[in-house]
């Protein structure tokens, strides 16, 4: 009996190893094929995640937390309007999942469970990891940063959704730098498979863990990044995006031959200027001007995406960019 209980403890101690430290979780039907393992390394630190913003990124990071994760989630705005179209987009992705057969419905009644919301920030105060999903703006989030900071737990960690701004100087803006990380996820959040975890100067090895358990327990594959403007994949995608708006901006080519072509000619699944409409011009436009002036000349944005976004044209979202929806 000795020797088969020492073997149980032996196996239960390697697989829980082996979850720390594999960066990916293979998925079916949206579930974590490991989900189990991987939850439960991650909640002996997590029992509550917190997520700042119902805009269409925290929503999409609020779902995962809850179906895939299986975490009690509470998200904050300070704007009942956008909690309340948050919690309908909610809906929508669940009944979505629900009528192509990637969950059951009673799944998708006890994610929808697990998701609460509230529209003051001290009612954060119980999470025990918070994620902020709000605009590119370095001034909000230092403030968020600060609030947060003031309500949250000590033990709590904030993270950053921030696609270009440096972590380092968001975590300035707090008490407990070294409980500070960037967590950038991909757009569509609950289709895509990817979030670069970005430490800063001061964020912790236990900080950095800790983020990469949750990230794994939420089904999506890490890439680590150091805190430089952009991180890995906007340094890549948004210069790309941006030449295409030269390109456009000077003739060269209509909007439908460059996507086209870049499209079959590159095995992507959109042009870039679709890709653009989808990201949101505002927020192209953001990480552009952190680019530009952090790293200099070579990425200064092409001024008709400045012009789009001074006329209101922001893409999907706001039903007309590059193209019209």
Same mark, same amino acid.
């Given at each position: 009996?000795?020797y088969?209980?020492?073997?149980?403890?032996?196996?239960?101690?390697?697989?829980?190893?082996?979850?720390?430290?594999?960066?990916?979780?293979?998925?079916?039907n949206?579930?974590?094929?490991f989900?189990?393992?991987?939850?439960s390394?991650a909640?002996?630190?997590?029992?509550?995640?917190?997520?700042?913003?119902?805009?269409?990124?925290?929503?999409?990071?609020?779902?995962?937390?809850?179906?895939?994760?299986?975490?009690?989630?509470?998200?904050?705005?300070?704007n009942?309007?956008?909690?309340?179209?948050?919690?309908k987009?909610?809906?929508?992705?669940?009944?979505?999942?629900?009528s192509?057969?990637?969950?059951?419905?009673?799944?998708?009644?006890?994610?929808?469970?697990?998701?609460t919301?509230?529209?003051?920030?001290?009612?954060?105060?119980?999470?025990?990891?918070?994620?902020?999903?709000?605009?590119?703006?370095v001034? &909000?989030?230092?403030k968020? *940063?600060e609030? !947060? %900071?003031?309500v $949250?737990?000590?033990?709590?960690? @904030?993270?950053?959704?921030?696609s270009?701004?440096?972590?380092?100087?968001?975590?300035?803006?707090?008490?407990?730098?070294?409980?500070?990380?960037?967590?950038?996820f991909?757009?569509?959040?609950?289709?895509?498979?990817?979030?670069?975890?970005?430490?800063?100067?001061?964020t912790?090895?236990e900080?950095?863990?800790?983020?990469?358990?949750?990230?794994?327990?939420?089904?999506k594959?890490?890439?680590?990044?150091?805190?430089?403007?952009?991180f890995?994949?906007n340094r890549l995608?948004?210069?790309?995006?941006?030449?295409?708006?030269?390109?456009?901006e000077?003739?060269?080519?209509?909007?439908e031959?460059?996507?086209?072509?870049?499209?079959?000619?590159?095995?992507?699944?959109?042009?870039? &200027?679709?890709?653009a409409? *989808?990201?949101? !011009? %505002?927020?192209? $436009?953001a990480?552009?001007?952190? @680019?530009?002036?952090?790293?200099g000349e070579?990425?200064?944005?092409?001024?008709?995406?400045?012009?789009?976004?001074?006329a209101?044209?922001l893409?999907?979202?706001?039903?007309?960019?590059?193209?019209?929806?």
């Amino acid at each position: 009996m000795l020797y088969t209980a020492n073997m149980i403890r032996l196996f239960n101690t390697m697989i829980s190893q082996i979850g720390c430290h594999m960066n990916k979780c293979y998925t079916t039907n949206g579930v974590g094929l490991f989900r189990s393992c991987f939850h439960s390394s991650a909640v002996t630190q997590i029992k509550q995640l917190g997520v700042v913003g119902a805009g269409q990124m925290g929503i999409g990071i609020a779902l995962v937390g809850a179906k895939v994760a299986q975490l009690p989630v509470k998200i904050f705005d300070s704007n009942p309007e956008q909690i309340k179209k948050g919690l309908k987009f909610v809906d929508e992705l669940i009944g979505k999942d629900v009528s192509k057969d990637r969950i059951t419905e009673e799944e998708g009644n006890s994610t929808k469970k697990r998701i609460t919301t509230v529209t003051d920030i001290s009612e954060l105060s119980d999470v025990d990891f918070v994620i902020e999903a709000v605009s590119e703006n370095v001034d &909000l989030k230092r403030k968020i *940063f600060e609030n !947060l %900071d003031k309500v $949250l737990n000590k033990k709590s960690i @904030l993270a950053t959704n921030t696609s270009s701004i440096s972590i380092t100087k968001i975590a300035a803006a707090t008490k407990r730098p070294e409980k500070v990380i960037g967590m950038h996820f991909m757009n569509p959040v609950p289709v895509m498979k990817l979030v670069e975890i970005i430490p800063g100067l001061t964020t912790s090895d236990e900080t950095l863990n800790i983020t990469k358990k949750l990230a794994t327990s939420m089904g999506k594959t890490c890439t680590q990044s150091q805190d430089v403007p952009g991180f890995i994949a906007n340094r890549l995608l948004m210069p790309y995006i941006n030449e295409a708006i030269i390109v456009l901006e000077q003739g060269i080519a209509t909007r439908e031959d460059i996507d086209t072509t870049m499209k079959l000619g590159t095995n992507t699944p959109m042009g870039p &200027l679709t890709l653009a409409d *989808f990201i949101g !011009l %505002d927020t192209c $436009l953001a990480i552009m001007k952190v @680019l530009h002036n952090e790293l200099g000349e070579k990425y200064r944005p092409a001024i008709l995406l400045q012009k789009y976004v001074d006329a209101g044209l922001l893409g999907k979202k706001k039903g007309e960019g590059f193209y019209k929806y």
